[in-house]
């Protein structure tokens, strides 16, 4: 075998070192270009921005809550709760600040925008946050529980109540880094705070003017007590409103809404069992009183308030029946009304019924009821109109001429008829005068 050249050797080898150089650097390049991606990725983080323009109620808690599963199980760099409410229900508020304790992803809870609020239940949601903010022109306090008409809970119940509401708010804001003594006076005295003021007693972390603003200022910092690191300057955020659905639902567990339902439900179905066959009266009734029931059973009502309602309407319907010239329809209304005010239970919920709503209604109801009564007394008083003595009176057409006996027609039958005033021609018109023992008409002429 011949042996090869010198030159070719030289030029293989040439040809093998350029080869691996070129691999390599291809392999470099990739490196280089994967890791500056990994960057660019890492360097988007996502952010959940909740709107939360609410009270406080098992239908709102769902929502918020909902949110932040989400932010969990999406992975978010974290979830902002835009809050801005007046407070609400105590078991609700717990559900919310609880889904935020047990958060693996950061919840930053920004009072927002200028003139919003955190109040009442709101305070605990904001405490209960890995970050508390707020914006300019905003309040946040006023933690003390009331009753359900909106005053003050007596005596001893108050004192258990308040000192319950100290001890939770307390505990949220000191395991979170902040003013413990204040959120005391929150519940005890009603403190309420600026947003400048929350920050100098270290009330809330951050006063920011934008959301924007708020996470790039939050980037870097770390959670008190679960340690997370906020990575969030330049996040994309989402935006997340309440949809129509949960707002509907929101709706349908006003208390005023949920007495009109009632109203309607007993109305509707009153009239029905009265004129069996209208129909509409009874399906409108059915379909009041089952909405009625979605609020009742979201809400905490008072036992004692509902069964008020239900003696009012029996008092009602009995009236319709009994000789008591409205006594029982004014003992219905009554019962109504005081039923009405009670119906929701004084668990420290700004939850309640309007008195001029009420009242209204119960005027309106009144004033039905007297029409009915009015009707059934005159009905009462009026003669006897069953069987043949309906007939005197009536005014009837004769079939066959009366001479002095004939055929006459009248309420919608054929009578055999006589005339004691002379002969009348059939097609005249005759007045039925006595109805005699052999069911036979005596008529004059009409």
């Not at 959301?211 to 939050?218: G, N, R, S, Y």
């Not at 609020?295 to 029996?314: D, E, K, T």
């Not at 009578?415 to 009348?424: D, F, T, V, Y």
């Amino acid at each position: 075998m011949p042996a090869r050249p010198a030159g070719d050797k030289v030029a293989a080898r040439i040809f093998t070192a350029v080869k691996s150089r070129f691999v390599r650097a291809v392999l470099v390049s990739l490196v280089i270009v994967g890791a500056v991606t990994a960057n660019a990725f890492a360097a988007a983080p996502r952010v959940l921005a909740v709107e939360f323009k609410n009270d406080v109620n098992p239908v709102t808690a769902d929502y918020l809550t909902s949110q932040i599963d989400r932010a969990n199980r999406d992975h978010y760099s974290a979830i902002v709760i835009q809050l801005d409410t007046p407070g609400g229900l105590s078991d609700a508020m717990r559900d919310i600040y609880q889904a935020e304790l047990r958060s693996k992803v950061p919840v930053i809870v920004y009072v927002s925008p200028a003139g919003a609020r955190a109040a009442s239940a709101g305070v605990w949601i904001g405490q209960a946050a890995d970050v508390l903010a707020m914006a300019p022109q905003t309040n946040i306090g006023s933690s003390t529980p009331i009753d359900v008409g909106g005053g003050n809970i007596q005596s001893d119940l108050r004192r258990k109540i308040i000192n319950d509401a100290a001890a939770s708010l307390q505990t949220l804001a000191k395991n979170h880094g902040r003013n413990a003594q204040w959120a005391r006076l929150a519940v005890t005295r009603a403190s309420n705070l600026t947003e400048y003021q929350a920050l100098q007693r270290h009330v809330v972390d951050v006063v920011a003017p934008s959301l924007t603003a708020l996470l790039t200022k939050l980037d870097g910092r770390k959670t008190v007590p679960k340690g997370l690191v906020l990575h969030t300057a330049g996040a994309e955020v989402t935006q997340v409103h309440m949809s129509l659905w949960k707002r509907i639902l929101d709706t349908l567990i006003d208390p005023n809404l949920i007495v009109l339902m009632l109203s309607l439900g007993v109305l509707g179905i009153t009239i029905e069992i009265l004129h069996p066959g209208l129909i509409f009266p009874g399906t409108l009734g059915a379909i009041s009183l089952i909405t009625a029931m979605f609020g009742l059973q979201v809400l905490p009502i008072s036992w004692s308030g509902a069964l008020l309602m239900l003696l009012a309407a029996g008092f009602l319907l009995a009236d319709l029946y009994l000789p008591t010239h409205g006594a029982l329809t004014l003992a219905g209304l009554a019962s109504f009304t005081v039923g009405a005010l009670m119906l929701f239970d004084p668990a420290g919920s700004a939850y309640s019924t309007s008195l001029c709503v009420v009242l209204a209604i119960g005027g309106t109801i009144a004033v039905l009821f007297a029409f009915v009564i009015t009707k059934v007394i005159q009905a009462r008083r009026a003669k006897p109109q069953t069987g043949v003595e309906e007939l005197r009176g009536e005014i009837g057409v004769v079939r066959r001429s009366l001479d002095p006996e004939g055929i006459v027609f009248v309420h919608g039958e054929l009578w055999r008829a006589r005339s004691a005033n002379g002969p009348i021609g059939a097609g005249e018109q005759v007045r039925v005068e006595r109805i005699g023992s052999d069911l036979r008409l005596d008529v004059v002429p009409a």
